[in-house]
């Protein structure tokens, strides 16, 4: 069986550094937010998995029925020798890509220690000639990727660029674009625009697996950091944005509340109902990605969706 490589790219305590600073940010500014990336620790990625199973989150199954009926195609027009996956949690979907691929070294890119272990043990078990080096990364901050053969395909999958803001983005889809050399490829998957009803009931499932991923950010908090936040004191809400074409995941004080963090030295008033964004998730349009593509530098060369239309995966190439 071909080794694991397991790298952190950060020393494990530039994360808490990363935490106290967001937290600190986020919690004393009007409105409150706290970014995504925090919903990950081992039980937050055990919390998204079980999300991607529910009846109401199309996201996955529509990009996963897309991987399976073109990633032959992917991996004609590509000839990708290493697949950079940022963000890539459990690797499931991309099980399909790295099948069609004739690859030397697969590399995943996630915050979540534990999603990136558990996905580079089963990888390699099941296919031993398959290099996996796994970066232990924050994909908004700079990354040092390893020397690896190219030609390279970036993978961005699940609608995860959604979560960066419009100018989060720009700066994030050119940073990708520094990673690649003229001919390299990105894969992004990106959610559409579409009927209000269908993307909210995505963020606001019946069974309540989202509301508690998104309460999970609370226990990250006080677990990390001391903090004293009940999570049952506050609501899951997730709302449509028609103006800015985004989903925002937010949670409402049930009632008016002083939190403490003491690692911060930090006492954070709530008002009754006053809500905290945890999460904008983006739905695009296809002239909109062309556009921010081509602004980074990626040209796109195709653009395919599922049969319903609901999602869409691009692959665009590096002038
Ligand atoms: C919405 S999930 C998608 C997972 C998987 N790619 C899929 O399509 O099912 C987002 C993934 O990105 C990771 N993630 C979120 N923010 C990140 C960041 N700033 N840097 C690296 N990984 C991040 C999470 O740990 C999680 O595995």
């Known amino acids: ?9 950060l020393p494990e305590d530039a994360t808490e550094a990363a935490l106290r600073g967001d937290v600190l940010q986020g919690l004393t500014r009007t409105p409150k937010t706290l970014p995504p990336k925090w919903f990950y620790d081992a039980h937050g990625s055990e919390l998204f998995e079980q999300i991607t199973e529910l009846p109401e989150y199309y996201p996955t199954r529509a990009e996963r029925e897309i991987l399976v009926a073109r990633s032959g195609e992917i991996a004609a027009a590509t000839g990708a020798r290493t697949l950079i996956e940022l963000g890539s949690g459990s690797s499931e979907k991309t ?72 100018v989060e983005r720009a700066a994030f889809l050119a940073s990708v674009r520094a990673l690649l050399s003229p001919g390299d490829a990105l894969l992004l998957g990106t959610d559409l ?32 950091l001391g903090a004293d936040f009940d999570p049952a004191a506050f609501d899951h809400v997730a709302l449509w944005d028609a103006e800015n074409e985004w989903i925002e995941m937010r949670l409402r004080s049930r009632t008016a509340q002083t939190v403490k963090i003491p690692a911060l030295d930090l006492a954070v008033d709530f008002a009754a109902g006053e ?22 530098g990626l040209d796109l060369a195709r653009w395919w969706t599922d049969r319903e239309g609901r999602f869409a995966l691009s692959l665009s190439v590096a002038r």
């Open 275 to 296: 809500e905290l964004r945890t999460e904008v998730s983006a739905k695009f349009r296809k002239e909109g990605v062309r556009a921010e593509l081509s602004a980074a």
């Open 193 to 224: 625009v579409k009927d209000e009803n269908v993307l909210v009931r995505a963020y606001d499932d019946a069974a309540g697996v989202t509301a508690a991923f998104n309460k999970n950010v609370l226990s990250v908090v006080d677990r990390e």
């Open 95 to 166: 099980r399909h890509l790295i099948d069609a691929l004739d690859l030397s070294t697969y590399v995943p890119v996630d915050v979540s220690e534990s999603a990136l272990t558990q996905a580079g043990h089963a990888l390699i078990a099941e296919r031993p000639v398959l290099q996996v080096h796994a970066l232990i990364a924050d994909f908004t901050a700079r990354l040092a990727l390893p020397d690896t053969p190219g030609p390279r395909l970036l993978a961005f999958l699940g609608g995860t660029v959604g979560n960066l803001l419009p």
């Open 1 to 9: 069986m071909s080794p694991f490589l397991l790298t952190r790219t």
